[in-house]
């Protein structure tokens, strides 16, 4: 997924002398391979976020396409001020890519775990937000970040999860789902973003059940969502990041004007790491390893779908 | 944005900004607006008026021209100044000044870059800086001669984007970039020295790398010679005008009195203020 972003940066930097890649001093081995083949558009801006995205912003203005990478932490989440009011407000088109979104940088604490980014970039108007969930959404993403010619947040989480896609997707259509597994309708069926699609997937297999990936949170389609919950007894949205304003908040904004439906959301709690470990702990101490998930989900077919969900245990 | 009705004229050679005249439009559209900053946009009078009578170029008077020099407001409380210079440019007219602040209009009470001939949206402090930063290597990169000026505060110098920018800016060279502080002495809550103490801006900025020359801010001569000095002294470095000023220069009973960064007009302090700039037949 990491080689998937860094040649779409690198082919998208080729095809066009005015895109920079602009970073706060993070992305060490990352961009090796765009260091070496465009080193003329690659700017390390040192440690200053803030400066960094204003910066790009009035880069911007006068013709380039600013790609700003940075820890999810940072971009958005330190700068997220400078994206409302040096970015957005005038639709300008900036790239912000936040890495290590989630809990990659689990066993470094707090400072760099970001579970608000999502929440934080959809209120901004007209702000774009990305979240694929493996390498070829990644592909597909970077060359949707690049023709919306205006401000896009591009979410990257934990990479190593594995393919969701059996191979490269249709280009992005903002806010469309992209249905990854057709199942039961008469169960719940299963919408996740970023890294939390291949435990979808795999819960999805043992029951059967239906899967959307959403690597285009913002907008989202209601024709999408309203469809999914047609197809379903009720939905469940997967993401590592917080259950406020992310990915489930986004899809029951929906359900609850256009569809009802019960939904139940799967993210991180509110609340702050508690203590120090891999990423598959911090999962488990989130409630988010496979085992909890598989527990609530259960839980939640008994609950909305109780017939069928009995066809299941038989 | 129903803003600009471009004459094509060339304000360069215009015998035009006379800063008590600017100082008029402000206490009109503030006394319009029934609003606040009328210090604020004061102390900038004279920079704002030389930079746009002897520096900045608009190719055929256009403020979205693609040639243009920048002029970022990033103190955006000091906007009606530049409303003033914008309105000498026949940018504004006079219902711009008159419906300041009115509901529906365009105006607002801080840089708002929607607004052709703003370049930057700001009042939230540290954040123009950063954007003329990035224009400014933007201009480079393109080899251009287009210049770029930044007005912060001495109070907008709290932020630390400021002081990341000033970093990025010497690493660079950008020598098309300069820096303009209203060194005024006050910020919101008092003065500079009692809030957060600046020291020797000057030294500051030289270390940092800028080329940097301390000026008064109410002497037009001394900023053009201070402006042309500083673009005359040689490549690769980011300039710096230290311009020591008075908030709410011009009219004396604001002058140096920190409550005129939130007073509004009443009918006898616009006409007080009015007849304060000595223009004449301004008796009210």
């Known amino acids: ?314 | 944005m129903s803003i600009v009705a471009p004459p094509a004229t060339d304000n360069r050679n215009a015998p035009r900004f006379a800063p008590a005249k600017m100082r008029r439009i402000v206490l009109e559209m503030a006394y319009a607006g029934s609003t606040v900053h009328i210090a604020c946009a004061f102390s900038i009078i004279e920079l704002i008026t030389v930079l746009y009578r002897h520096h900045l170029r608009y190719p055929g008077n256009d403020p979205r021209a693609e040639g243009r020099d920048y002029l970022v407001l990033s103190k955006g409380h000091g906007v009606m100044a530049q409303y003033a210079c914008m309105h000498e440019l026949g940018w504004l007219d006079d219902s711009h000044v008159q419906c300041y602040f009115k509901d529906g209009s365009d105006l607002k009470g801080l840089s708002d870059s929607r607004v052709p001939g703003l370049e930057v949206t700001s009042g939230s402090l540290g954040h123009g800086f950063s954007v003329g930063v990035g224009v400014a290597m933007g201009l480079q990169r393109k080899r251009t001669e287009q210049k770029v000026y930044a007005i912060v505060g001495d109070g907008e110098l709290n932020e630390g984007p400021i002081w990341e920018g000033a970093l990025v800016a010497a690493h660079h060279k950008m020598d098309n970039l300069m820096l303009i502080v209203d060194k005024n002495g006050f910020q919101a809550m008092g003065t500079t020295d009692d809030v957060l103490a600046l020291g020797d801006l000057a030294a500051k900025f030289s270390s940092f790398g800028f080329e940097t020359l301390e000026v008064d801010g109410h002497d037009e001569v001394a900023i053009d010679t201070a402006i042309r000095r500083l673009w005359a002294s040689g490549p690769s470095k980011p300039k710096a005008l230290i311009a020591h000023t008075v908030k709410g220069k011009g009219v004396h009973f604001m002058e140096s009195d920190n409550r005129w960064h939130y007073t509004r007009l009443n009918a006898q302090t616009f006409a007080d203020a009015i007849n304060a700039l000595g223009l004449p037949g301004a008796s009210t």
């Not at chain 1, 108007?125 to 990644?138: H, K, Q, Y």
């Not at chain 1, 023709?147 to 990257?156: D, E, I, S, T």
């Not at chain 1, 309708?185 to 997937?201: F, Q, V």
């Not at chain 1, 406020?244 to 019960?262: D, F, K, N, W, Y």
């Open chain 1, 1 to 314: 997924m990491r080689e998937a972003f860094s040649n779409a940066l690198v082919r998208l930097a080729l095809a066009d002398p005015k895109v920079l890649l602009l970073t706060g001093d993070h992305g060490y081995a990352l961009f090796d391979e765009f260091r070496k083949r465009c080193p003329d558009q690659y700017i390390n801006a040192g440690i200053a976020e803030q400066n960094m995205v204003g910066m790009a912003a009035g880069l911007a203005r006068v013709g380039f396409r600013p790609f700003v990478y940075g820890l999810a932490a940072f971009v958005p989440i330190r700068t997220v001020e400078q994206i409302k009011l040096d970015v957005a407000h005038d639709s300008l088109p900036v790239v912000l890519l936040g890495d290590g979104a989630g809990f990659v940088y689990s066993h470094l604490g707090t400072s760099h775990q970001s579970t608000e980014d999502i929440a934080c970039t959809r209120a901004i108007p007209g702000l774009e937000v990305l979240s694929p969930a493996d390498r070829f959404e990644m592909t597909a993403s970077m060359d949707r970040a690049y023709a919306a010619n205006g401000p896009v947040y591009l979410r990257m989480g934990k990479s190593d999860r594995g393919d969701v896609h059996a191979g490269p997707v249709d280009a992005i259509s903002p806010g469309r789902l992209l249905q990854i597994r057709a199942g039961r309708a008469d169960l719940p069926g299963l919408i996740a973003t970023g890294s939390m699609t291949r435990t979808a997937l795999d819960l999805a297999q043992e029951r059967d059940l239906s899967v959307w990936s959403a690597p285009s949170l913002k907008p989202l389609s209601v024709q999408d969502v309203c469809a999914a919950a047609r197809n379903s007894s009720g939905l469940v949205t997967l993401e590592e990041h917080s259950v406020l304003g992310g990915l489930g908040a986004a899809v029951t904004e929906i359900t609850s004007e256009h569809q009802p439906t019960r939904v139940l959301r799967i993210g991180v709690p509110d609340r702050f790491s508690e203590h120090c470990g891999t990423h598959a702990y911090l999962l488990r101490e989130h409630g988010l390893d496979i085992d909890s998930v598989r527990a609530r989900l259960h839980a939640f077919c008994q609950d909305t779908a109780p017939t069928a969900a009995a066809t299941l245990t038989a």
